[in-house]
């Protein structure tokens, strides 16, 4: 099955440093992974949309110059949280849907990433 | 504004017996729904969908029921293992929507042996 390797599973940085936390797709590729984040007991929300090649589109109130995404290949984007704060403490998911599957096949997931701002 | 809601944040069932999970959503331009199970510290899998042409989709022990009308889905598991226990999420897409997901808050499901 499709699987989507996310890294690292958790991560404790000290607040104004950046943490930058990687997607690949392993076995299809991706023209488009999106950005979760969850908070605890609460949904999963959209943060962006990652482009291969072009811009990441980004939901109403995230930051793009605090989450930077870049989706250089096919197979993998990335997401820096720059000048951490504590406050950016949350779960990190990303997921990709296989290009070569229509617009309603289905999302895979990534394991996520927790970050933890200290 | 929660687009898609789960009003049941958790459920518990006897084993063997049906577990039924609701959802429902606000936004008339969604037309495509998706189950997700959640394990903890792990990523969402998909589970089953449905689209909105339809009312029903089965597979398996699962069952996707669609009632446009009153904009509500549910999800039907019979019979209920001790290893369907997990965080269940609803999602749905617009038309032409980006093809990006909008999720419910989960619920969690617990199977008693």
């Known amino acids: 099955g499709a699987v989507v390797s996310q890294h690292p599973s958790r991560v404790i940085c000290k607040s104004g440093t950046s943490v930058k936390i990687e997607c690949r797709s392993l076995d299809f590729q991706a023209t488009t992974m999106f950005w979760y984040r969850q908070f605890p007991k609460q949904s999963l929300m959209l943060m962006a949309t990652?482009?291969?090649?072009?811009?990441?589109?980004?939901e109403q109130g995230v930051e793009k110059d605090k989450f930077l995404i870049n989706h250089a290949s096919l197979t993998l984007s990335t997401l820096t949280v720059t000048s951490a704060h504590p406050e950016d403490s949350s779960f990190y998911i990303c997921?990709?849907?296989?290009?070569?599957?229509?617009?309603?096949?289905?999302?895979?997931f990534g394991n996520g990433t927790r970050l933890t701002v200290t | 504004d929660q687009q898609v809601k789960q009003n049941s944040p958790s459920l518990s069932v006897q084993e063997g017996r049906i577990s039924i999970l609701n959802c429902d959503y606000t936004n008339s331009m969604f037309d495509y729904f998706l189950w997700y199970k959640k394990y903890p510290a792990e990523g969402p899998t998909f589970l089953i969908s449905?689209?909105?042409?339809?009312d029903k989709n089965e597979d398996g022990r699962f069952t996707v029921f669609l009632n446009k009308s009153a904009k509500h889905l549910s999800l039907h598991i019979v019979p209920s293992q001790p290893g369907d226990s997990a965080v269940y999420f609803c999602?749905?897409?617009?038309?032409?929507?980006?093809?990006?997901?909008?999720f419910g808050q989960g619920t969690r499901l617990t199977i008693n042996p």
């Open positions: 990652s482009n291969e090649g072009s811009k990441a589109t980004y």
């Open positions: 999602a749905a897409k617009e038309v032409g929507g980006a093809q990006k997901l909008v």
């Open positions: 997921s990709a849907r296989d290009r070569r599957g229509g617009e309603n096949s289905p999302l895979h």
């Open positions: 449905i689209s909105s042409i339809k």
